[in-house]
T-cell receptor, first 114, second 111 residues
């Protein structure tokens, strides 16, 4: 596609529920990234995919967070047993994975846990 | 751990005034530095990318300088317009995908 597409744009859920956030990267971009932005702060790195595999998941805060990219394109960030502290904007970005490797960000998915 | 600080946190100026946004980082071993713009409810738009070997980059009314040794970058926006109102984020990269962001400077340009 023309840009990075993220769905849903807004998600409100109750504490303890399971949530999935989807990212559709730019066609042909092999690298995909998830970042999390809490209110009033800059984005923080969560996980990086090169192709289908998670090359670096060191930013995932705990084992309630998991992400997949089974076919090397669309990625899903999964959050189990959500907590109020998970409330944030989850940003996805993609890049060619080489050269200047400029990241193109999506509009984000705003998650609110009540 | 890389720490990125942006000062001021917020800035309000009348239309036509020049804007000066500051970014500092603690670890000078960076590969590049980027300035992004973020509008409410929107993603990040890359404005300028400066490689560590460069001193500055320019795009239209925007100019960004980089002093890697002192860990500082400055974004200048000339002749500000109301449409420049947004949050501006600076991010540094050690050469891979892990961008370290500052908290941003929220700019309001008054008509």
């Amino acid at each position: 596609g023309a840009g990075v597409s993220q769905t849903p744009s807004n998600k409100v859920t109750e504490k303890g529920k399971y949530v999935e956030l989807r990212c559709d990267p730019i066609s042909g971009h092999t690298a995909l990234y998830w970042y999390r932005q809490s209110l009033g702060q800059g984005p923080e790195f969560l996980i990086y995919f090169q192709g289908t595999g998670a090359a670096d998941d060191s930013g995932l805060p705990n084992d309630r967070f998991f992400a997949v990219r089974p076919e090397g394109s669309v990625s899903t960030l999964k959050i189990q047993r959500t907590e109020r502290g998970d409330s944030a904007v989850y940003l996805c970005a993609s890049s060619t994975g080489s050269g200047a490797n400029v990241l193109t960000f999506g509009a984000g998915s705003r998650l609110t846990v009540l | 751990k890389q720490e990125v600080t942006q000062i001021p946190a917020a800035l309000s100026v009348p239309e036509g005034e020049n804007l000066v946004l500051n970014c500092s980082f603690t670890d000078s071993a960076i590969y590049n530095l980027q300035w992004f713009r973020q509008d409410p409810g929107k993603g990040l738009t890359s404005l300028l990318l400066i490689q560590s070997s460069q001193r500055e980059q320019t795009s239209g009314r925007l100019n960004a300088s980089l002093d890697k040794s002192s860990g500082r970058s400055t974004l200048y926006i000339a002749a500000s317009q109301p449409g420049d109102s947004a949050t501006y984020l600076c991010a540094v990269s050690p050469g891979d995908y892990k961008l370290s962001f500052g908290a941003g400077t929220t700019v309001t340009v008054r008509a």
